[in-house]
């Protein structure tokens, strides 16, 4: 099935019993995994929508979700600082995780693998950015990254780096091997401070390398005017590897009360973004040439979270409605 994006498509939508959270595919395309409003992780079967539920790793709700690289394990964050190594097969409900360990103090907000395999990054309220072993939790090297929230945190897909990025639109780059910082990306219009409401507001909520390496994207929110009110709109900064300097601002514009959640690039170099807020969700796509999106596709609720799948054509998105939906970007 080629890519078209303009011929996006919900083929799939699935309900659960409270509002979800995050979600990602397994590397083998045979479920969709899902975060809620609750302490479950709750796993979907692609063919069918036959969903299971597995509880035992988490107090509170689970706010990120990733894969170990062989697909066997996913591992769950939440918000009550715990980090869970779950088996993705497991055959029923009954089924508790491999592992959890104590990994932050306060919410985990992020988690991503190494595309090594070896080892996986976690982050969030705490400042921190904590890496482990995937094989056997082990902790293999932390460091004070950020003083406010870490919202986000990836890998480089060369494995080197590690970027991590918080509240105030500070995006940092970091050595694996030592911690060491890098360089940082200017990112501050992704932060607002409103001193009628005394707030800081937005951040950056997603980040990703371009195909070709070119460049690296970073997403969130800009026109805070209300943060409390909601009123703001969604913008990716696309940044020069090379030189570091900002090469354009990436709006869509007159989403209003939208933020971007997560970014994620397709295989033909396009920019994908899942919108979110008080006028429902969106897939917005962008490519490097262009200031404003190519593309929005309207999803029926208001998302959280999204992640594409192995194939390249399928995109999960997590919503506040209860239901987890799977788009297909490309004709029937």
């Not at 693998?113 to 400042?127: F, K």
Request: charged share 20%; aromatic share 10%.
């Amino acid at each position: 099935m080629p890519l078209d994006i303009k011929q996006a498509a919900v083929v799939n939508d699935w309900a659960h019993d409270r509002p979800l959270t995050c979600c990602r595919f397994d590397r083998q395309h045979r479920y969709v995994f899902c975060g809620a409003q609750d302490a479950g992780l709750h796993r979907f079967q692609l063919s069918d929508g036959a969903k299971v539920t597995f509880s035992g790793g988490h107090e509170t709700w689970i706010r990120a979700l990733t894969s170990t690289l062989d697909g066997n394990q996913m591992l769950s964050g939440g918000a009550d600082g715990k980090l869970a190594w779950w088996d993705v097969a497991a055959a029923d409900a009954t089924a508790k995780p491999v592992r959890v360990i104590e990994a932050h103090k306060g919410w985990i907000r992020c988690l991503d693998t190494h595309s090594g395999g070896t080892l996986i990054a976690s982050a969030g309220n705490d400042g921190m950015v904590r890496l482990w072993n995937a094989a056997d939790g082990a902790l293999v090297r932390e460091f004070k990254a950020h003083d406010r929230d870490i919202y986000c945190v990836a890998f480089h897909p060369s494995g080197e780096f590690v970027f991590s990025g918080d509240l105030m639109g500070q995006l940092k780059q970091w050595k694996v091997e030592t911690g060491e910082l890098v360089r940082e990306f200017d990112a501050k219009e992704l932060h607002s401070y409103n001193g009628g409401q005394q707030v800081d507001f937005g951040g950056v909520r997603g980040i990703a390398v371009s195909p070709d390496g070119k460049f690296l994207a970073a997403g969130g929110l800009y026109k805070a005017t209300n943060p409390l009110g909601a009123v703001h709109e969604p913008l990716v900064q696309l940044f020069e590897w090379e030189s570091a300097k900002l090469a354009k601002s990436q709006v869509a514009d007159d989403i209003k009360q939208g933020v971007l959640w997560r970014l994620q690039y397709l295989a033909d170099g396009t920019l994908m973004g899942v919108d979110g807020g008080g006028n429902g969700g969106y897939l917005i796509f962008w490519n490097s040439e262009g200031e404003k999106d190519i593309h929005r596709f309207q999803l029926p609720n208001l998302a959280r979270d999204m992640d594409l799948s192995p194939n390249g054509l399928h995109v999960a998105t997590a919503h506040y409605d209860k239901h987890v939906r799977i788009t297909r970007l490309g004709p029937a």
